[in-house]
């Protein structure tokens, strides 16, 4: 039984070796940008609770746009995976051209919106029936912070576009490493601008926004440079402006795949922010509260998110190949490690979760209610890296129709009512509403389980 059990869900070492060089830099690039976010969330709240509220309200906002980007080059980089796995370098560059069209819409888009509807979007999540901050002060400070930090979503969204095309091909390394640069000049300047260190002036939320773009620039150069003038690592930029057209039936089949996983991404992160909204009810100590335990519980939440990016990658290009027996193996062992991590992750976050609220400066009600809300996220962590594995498994056989209603639809289906009528409805305390909102996750988990072992994720969509 054991012999059976090793064969299907541990892998050999030299399965752990390619799985590690590819999934280590994601990790560290991603735990840098966590950890300096986490920071950064601790320097805005050294200066009041309602500039930290503003802030984090906006980048609720700005975490849509950020999905959508995502959302957009990854349904183009389904198929670029399989293209680079097949060896079919000018798909790839198809791929990568798509996702420069469909990156521009978004931006355009965003651009509109936080600049014509800022005030009512910051708003919806300012609600005065708590006993802690000042609504007017909040939503000053998330206008004065939006009003910088749009300029840096273009840089953002070509980054992303460079990095998933890179990604594509197995190289991890120089993402980590722009995004090493990045936080470090993000990490210097929010120290510097934020409290007005030597020669910068006191900026506050406007300095922390300043900080922000800045490292969004610098990574955007480094990435985009790195891969022009290494164009035999990246074959697929090697004409790629040379013309802005693509076949018809390489768009058309990249539409079609792709779009269910775009909207997948809107839908989800719109699902996500009405979720906070929900929370936002009970007052701004509850999204204050929030705001802190989703930033630390994501600084330990990339351990699943990345090894899930790594499983489309190691699987897709093994699909594109053919190999469909391998892709099934190696999805296996991938899911049984992550999920094997990160309960062993949960169980620290759980012992010690209380030890990072304490880092900021705002009032004793919010620390304890921040602490509370991160054991109960560390709680359902297993079942979360369970289905983000689940995920990436379906999409990287193209299954992004399945994927939307596995995804978005739960989500507006299921944990949107929950999360809904618990928090308005109901006199439940805000904890019992975040546990009751955590705990849809278990259900999802049953759902995934089917989907993957059915095996209706294993085909190559790149044949001729």
Same mark, same amino acid.
């Given at each position: 039984?054991?012999?059976?059990?090793?064969?299907?869900?541990?892998?050999?070492?030299?399965?752990?070796?390619?799985?590690?060089?590819?999934?280590?830099?994601?990790?560290?690039?991603?735990?840098?940008?966590?950890?300096?976010?986490?920071?950064?969330?601790?320097?805005?709240?050294?200066?009041?609770?309602?500039?930290?509220?503003?802030?984090?309200?906006?980048?609720?906002?700005?975490?849509?746009?950020?999905?959508?980007?995502?959302?957009?080059?990854?349904?183009?980089?389904?198929?670029?995976?399989?293209?680079?796995?097949?060896?079919?370098?000018?798909?790839?560059?198809?791929?990568?051209?798509?996702?420069?069209?469909?990156?521009?819409?978004?931006?355009?888009?965003?651009?509109?919106l936080?600049?014509?509807?800022?005030?009512?979007?910051?708003?919806?999540?300012?609600?005065?029936?708590?006993?802690?901050?000042?609504?007017?002060?909040?939503l000053?400070?998330?206008?004065?912070?939006?009003?910088?930090?749009?300029?840096?979503?273009p840089?953002?969204?070509?980054?992303?576009?460079?990095?998933?095309?890179?990604?594509?091909?197995?190289?991890?390394?120089? !993402?980590? *490493?722009? =995004? /090493?640069?990045?936080?470090?000049?993000?990490?210097?300047?929010?120290?510097?601008? $934020? #409290?007005?260190? +030597?020669?910068?002036?006191?900026?506050?939320?406007?300095?922390?926004?300043?900080?922000?773009?800045a490292?969004?620039f610098?990574?955007?150069?480094?990435?985009?440079?790195?891969?022009?003038?290494?164009?035999?690592?990246? !074959?697929? *930029?090697? =004409? /790629?402006?040379?013309?802005?057209?693509?076949p018809?039936?390489?768009?058309?089949? $990249? #539409?079609?795949? +792709?779009?269910?996983l775009?909207?997948?991404?809107?839908?989800?992160?719109?699902?996500?922010?009405?979720?906070?909204?929900?929370?936002?009810?009970?007052?701004?100590?509850?999204?204050a509260?929030?705001?802190?335990?989703?930033?630390?519980?994501?600084l330990?939440?990339?351990?699943?998110?990345?090894?899930?990016?790594?499983?489309?990658?190691?699987?897709g290009?093994?699909?594109?190949?053919?190999?469909?027996?391998?892709?099934?193996?190696?999805?296996?062992?991938?899911?049984?490690?992550?999920?094997?991590?990160?309960?062993?992750?949960?169980?620290?976050?759980?012992?010690?979760?209380?030890?990072?609220?304490?880092?900021?400066?705002t009032?004793?009600?919010i620390?304890?209610?921040?602490?509370?809300?991160?054991?109960?996220?560390a709680?359902?962590?297993?079942?979360?890296?369970?289905?983000?594995?689940?995920?990436?498994?379906?999409?990287?056989?193209?299954?992004?129709?399945i994927?939307?209603?596995?995804?978005?639809?739960?989500?507006?289906?299921?944990?949107?009512?929950?999360?809904?009528?618990?928090?308005?409805?109901?006199?439940?305390?805000?904890?019992?509403?975040?546990?009751?909102?955590?705990?849809?996750?278990?259900?999802?988990?049953?759902?995934?389980?089917?989907?993957?072992?059915?095996?209706?994720?294993?085909?190559?969509?790149?044949?001729?």
């Amino acid at each position: 039984m054991w012999t059976k059990f090793k064969s299907t869900f541990i892998g050999d070492r030299n399965f752990y070796r390619k799985v590690i060089y590819i999934v280590i830099p994601m990790i560290i690039q991603n735990a840098i940008t966590s950890f300096v976010n986490f920071l950064d969330n601790i320097m805005v709240g050294q200066i009041g609770t309602e500039q930290m509220t503003g802030v984090a309200i906006v980048n609720q906002l700005i975490f849509v746009f950020n999905l959508c980007i995502f959302g957009a080059v990854s349904g183009a980089g389904i198929f670029g995976t399989q293209y680079y796995g097949k060896g079919d370098y000018e798909g790839q560059k198809y791929a990568f051209r798509y996702k420069l069209y469909s990156g521009l819409m978004i931006i355009a888009l965003a651009l509109y919106l936080f600049t014509s509807w800022d005030a009512q979007l910051i708003s919806l999540y300012l609600n005065d029936t708590g006993s802690v901050g000042d609504i007017s002060k909040t939503l000053e400070y998330g206008q004065q912070y939006l009003s910088i930090m749009i300029w840096g979503l273009p840089a953002f969204a070509i980054s992303q576009i460079y990095i998933n095309s890179i990604r594509e091909t197995g190289k991890t390394v120089i !993402p980590m *490493i722009s =995004g /090493a640069v990045a936080v470090a000049v993000n990490l210097i300047l929010d120290y510097s601008l $934020i #409290f007005g260190i +030597g020669f910068f002036p006191e900026l506050g939320v406007r300095g922390a926004a300043l900080a922000t773009v800045a490292a969004r620039f610098v990574e955007c150069a480094i990435t985009v440079i790195w891969t022009h003038t290494h164009k035999k690592e990246n !074959p697929y *930029i090697v =004409g /790629a402006y040379k013309g802005f057209g693509m076949p018809t039936k390489v768009f058309k089949d $990249i #539409f079609i795949k +792709g779009t269910p996983l775009m909207l997948n991404e809107v839908l989800w992160a719109c699902g996500m922010t009405t979720v906070v909204q929900c929370y936002a009810v009970r007052g701004l100590e509850v999204v204050a509260a929030q705001n802190i335990s989703s930033t630390i519980t994501n600084l330990f939440n990339i351990v699943y998110m990345q090894i899930g990016a790594s499983i489309a990658i190691v699987v897709g290009q093994l699909l594109g190949a053919g190999k469909l027996e391998e892709a099934k193996d190696a999805d296996n062992k991938m899911i049984f490690f992550t999920v094997s991590a990160c309960a062993v992750i949960a169980c620290f976050m759980i012992a010690f979760g209380g030890l990072f609220p304490s880092l900021y400066n705002t009032e004793p009600e919010i620390r304890t209610l921040a602490t509370q809300f991160i054991r109960i996220a560390a709680l359902f962590m297993p079942c979360c890296a369970f289905c983000h594995a689940t995920y990436f498994t379906l999409r990287s056989g193209g299954k992004t129709v399945i994927t939307f209603i596995f995804d978005s639809v739960y989500v507006w289906s299921v944990m949107i009512p929950v999360a809904y009528f618990t928090s308005r409805h109901h006199a439940f305390p805000i904890t019992a509403v975040f546990f009751c909102v955590q705990a849809t996750e278990i259900v999802k988990v049953f759902i995934g389980y089917m989907m993957v072992k059915s095996g209706i994720w294993v085909q190559n969509i790149v044949e001729e």
